[in-house]
């Protein structure tokens, strides 16, 4: 089985003679609400769905101009299909690891993470054959305006009256016991 990497920036096979892809991982995540949902709620409206993730590890042989390749698809920023067991389209580069080892000392051990993109199209909707009528614009000359409404100082008084500020009283009142209507406990 061919596996293959590609976008506008280039396409990388992996062949026998190339490397081979030994580990393929796709996850599907989501996150749920930890809160508690209402009796005959939908549970929809707690669920969002991550993106699709796909995780590759394999090795490049002599692979010089496909790690070039690849380095060039994850600069580019343009959607990558990849197509294996698995198949996936819109996929962007997260991460990507070449490792050195004597064992390939001609080539690389690879680790790929990929993660899907929502691409979405903007739509025109025809929302009516006839336009609004226009208003005529008349000039009606230089007005002025009147201002109405409550003032700056007047609004400060207001709340001062609140705050006790603005009554010339004594703030010491004393009410005299025969009118709290608790004349009868003394």
């Known amino acids: 089985?061919?596996?293959t990497l590609s976008s506008t920036a280039g396409t990388v096979?992996?062949?026998p003679d190339v490397g081979t892809i030994n580990r393929e991982q796709e996850r599907?995540?989501?996150q749920v609400t930890s809160s508690p949902i209402e009796g005959g709620g939908d549970v929809n409206d707690h669920v969002i769905n991550e993106p699709v993730r796909?995780?590759?590890r394999g090795v490049l042989i002599g692979g010089e101009a496909a790690k070039a390749t690849l380095?060039?698809?994850r600069l580019a920023l343009e959607p990558i299909t990849y197509t294996g067991k698995t198949r996936a389209n819109n996929l962007v580069f997260t991460n990507l690891d070449f490792t050195s080892d004597p064992d390939n000392k001609d080539g690389y051990a690879l680790s790929a993470t990929l993660q899907q993109v929502d691409i979405a199209a903007a739509q025109?909707?025809?929302v009516g054959a006839l336009p609004l009528p226009a208003r005529p614009v008349q000039n009606i000359g230089t007005q002025t305006t009147q201002r109405?409404?409550?003032t700056n100082t007047q609004?400060?008084?207001h709340v001062r009256s609140f705050n006790g500020n603005a009554s010339a009283a004594p703030n010491n009142r004393v009410t005299p016991p025969s009118l709290t209507g608790m004349d009868h406990l003394q």
Do not use: H, N, P, Q
């Open 124 to 126: 025109i909707v025809d």
């Open 148 to 150: 109405t409404g409550v």
């Open 71 to 73: 380095k060039k698809m």
């Open 155 to 157: 609004y400060a008084e």
């Open 13 to 15: 096979r992996f062949l």
């Open 28 to 30: 599907l995540a989501s």
């Open 54 to 56: 796909l995780t590759l």
């Open 1 to 3: 089985m061919a596996y």
